[in-house]
């Protein structure tokens, strides 16, 4: 299997990603605090300076983990994040540049977007994701279903809004993945509970469409 597509397989499979935008030491903390909980992806944002290092400290401490790059807006810092590990660029909007540099080192690109023309400009350069920011926007749930009806095939990732109680609601609207904020950062104890209960809704959900 290509890498870009074992990507987006993994990230699909997986379904549920955790987003920190903290120090190395607090970015580990969490990432072990999902994985004990049974989430194995995690965004972490270029907002913070230090997203490098907290990117190769958890990839060196839980090698399983699947590194994600979030708040990505240029082409060097996606090439930096590519180097470094990551296993997805996302972006607040999209962006041709850093679609271009993802589709030349194989690696998934998730850019944001609000429109049906965003979406299929973002698709027409190779998005393997299209980003929902935050998931309350286009109207929730309710317009994310009325937005993929004319484009069936869209891949879905939501980002923002995602709790433990509507997390299957963007499962039944067709999430491919949804990334989390507060439901997976805070407390070690509160975080790999809820990441035990997201995980139990997401086999409960696929058992259930058997």
């Given at each position: 299997?290509?890498?870009?597509?074992?990507?987006?397989?993994?990230?699909?499979?997986?379904?549920?990603?955790?987003?920190?935008?903290?120090?190395?030491?607090?970015?580990?903390?969490?990432?072990?605090?999902?994985?004990?909980?049974?989430?194995?992806?995690?965004?972490?944002?270029?907002?913070?300076?230090?997203?490098?290092?907290?990117?190769k400290?958890?990839?060196?401490?839980?090698?399983?983990?699947?590194?994600?790059?979030?708040?990505?807006?240029?082409?060097?810092?996606?090439?930096?994040?590519?180097?470094?590990?990551?296993?997805?660029?996302?972006?607040?909007?999209f962006?041709?540049?850093?679609?271009?540099?993802?589709?030349?080192?194989?690696?998934?690109?998730?850019?944001?977007?609000?429109?049906?023309?965003?979406?299929?400009t973002?698709?027409?350069?190779?998005?393997?994701?299209?980003?929902?920011?935050?998931?309350?926007s286009?109207?929730?749930?309710?317009?994310?279903?009325?937005?993929?009806?004319?484009?069936?095939?869209?891949?879905?990732?939501?980002?923002?809004?995602?709790?433990?109680k509507?997390?299957?609601?963007?499962?039944?609207?067709?999430?491919?993945?949804?990334?989390?904020?507060?439901?997976?950062?805070?407390?070690?104890?509160?975080?790999?509970?809820?990441?035990?209960?997201?995980?139990?809704?997401?086999?409960?959900?696929?058992?259930?469409?058997?």
């Amino acid at each position: 299997m290509l890498q870009k597509n074992f990507y987006v397989r993994q990230i699909s499979d997986l379904n549920i990603m955790t987003v920190v935008r903290d120090t190395p030491a607090e970015t580990l903390r969490i990432a072990k605090a999902c994985f004990r909980g049974g989430v194995k992806a995690i965004e972490i944002s270029f907002t913070i300076p230090t997203a490098l290092d907290a990117m190769k400290l958890v990839k060196k401490e839980i090698p399983e983990m699947v590194i994600c790059a979030g708040t990505v807006l240029d082409t060097a810092t996606a090439r930096l994040a590519i180097l470094g590990g990551a296993e997805l660029i996302l972006s607040p909007a999209f962006d041709l540049e850093v679609a271009h540099i993802c589709n030349l080192y194989q690696v998934p690109y998730a850019p944001g977007c609000n429109s049906v023309s965003e979406i299929t400009t973002a698709l027409k350069n190779g998005a393997s994701f299209i980003k929902v920011f935050p998931g309350s926007s286009m109207g929730g749930v309710k317009e994310i279903k009325t937005i993929s009806t004319p484009i069936p095939y869209m891949p879905i990732l939501i980002s923002g809004g995602a709790s433990v109680k509507n997390y299957r609601d963007f499962l039944a609207a067709g999430a491919d993945c949804v990334c989390f904020g507060s439901a997976l950062t805070g407390d070690s104890e509160k975080i790999t509970n809820n990441a035990v209960q997201l995980t139990k809704t997401l086999a409960d959900f696929r058992s259930e469409k058997r």
